[in-house]
């Protein structure tokens, strides 16, 4: 049996002895080591029970999962509080496929997808519509409240847990954060620890206007990496937590910082709950460092990402809207941004085949709406997928290029590292794939309109 660094519980101990079966040992002793190698102390209570899984898509290579699956299911080890999980990779109802693509879907790259569902629904998965990377929302109803332990997976909701909720909860891997909510046990470093959530980093922002959330994010997230940055001057431009516009704002701030990072914690002067409560000198470590953010800072950030398409002058043959899933907020902004785009270029339908996500919960909520009708007269599309997911199969392999635009630089940096081989081998074919970023929403609106193709 593995000897723990760490100070164990009675309870723990005979768990990882095996008292509950050798599955739950297994599961208790890959947590251990975990912690051992972060230098964790102790295991800490999992307060808030509903977890949140990673791992959404049925990828065949990932036999391991699905044989891992099968034994906890099989044992009894299960997450009986329920979880969510990260949204699907597929929707050919509300996003278009051709027949090429969808063999490519069904039968290569998502092949196990059924099988995997119906695990996760044995599993604990809390219904059939418990699909997205926005779990938090209270649409979806799994809301960590503040100082809460977590062992959730998903860089986006786990900064936006740590950072806009003040729970705790560190960036674990995926099939880990689903051990910790059925043992109901995290190891007790980093996020998890007062000393672990304070700043290395002051931001301060010297900015005319407020920032687009995607690119502020993005610089930040590349200067401190998974270091924790304290941002000051952002208050200034954002209205108190609930706010619907702030939390909007925040979601997507965060998911640049993780992915363009990997930035698991951060702090808004005034605005989130930490720092509201203990301010700059709470939260600020002695030394830390410092970055200035100003207009041309933001425009050199915006300016250096890559347009990955072979054509660098093409045209655009999707969109994408919500990487991560949209608020609800959201999609009335984006309702009424497309219209107003629309009228001015005297058009009545969007040239580009335009998808906008959000969680299945928040999707019924809209669907009620009345602008629901105004955006699909629009000709835009309302999905749930995870469009990254989407995006995996169309690499030079299958030779199914598709020039997409989408409105998160996330989604690109996301996409560049998990096809880097891909790309390297063909950003020069004729049928490369890529990513172009148009941060700013009026110029994505714009594209979306102008950017014609027959």
Known sequence: MYQPLMSLTPEQQGILGGKEGPTKAKMMECLVRYGDVFGAKRMAEVTHKEGHLVTSFGIPMLGTVYTTMDELISSGAICKD?????????????????????????????????????????AGLVDKDAFSCTCYLPEMGNTPKEGEVLSWAESSAVVFANSVLGARCNRNSGILELFGSVLGYAPEFGFLTAEGRKATWKIVLKVTKRPEAQVLGSAIGMKVMDEVPYVEGLDAFLKPLPDEDTIAYLKDFGAATASNGAVGLYHIDGITPEAKRLGEKGLLKENCQTYVIDDAELERVYRSYPILWAKKEGKAQKAFIGCPHLTYHQLQDWTRRLGEALKEAGRKKLKVDTVLTCAPAVRKKFEAAPEYQTLLSYGAHLSSICPLMYMVPTLEEFDLGQSIIADEPAFAIRFEVACHQEMLASLGKKNANGVIVLVDAAIFVIVVIENLHA
């Open 82 to 122: 329920g979880f969510t999980v990260d949204p699907r990779p597929y929707d050919f109802k509300n996003v278009k496929c051709n027949p090429l693509e969808k063999m490519v879907f069904l039968k290569i790259m998502y092949a196990k997808q059924d099988e995997y569902e119906t695990q996760l629904k044995k």
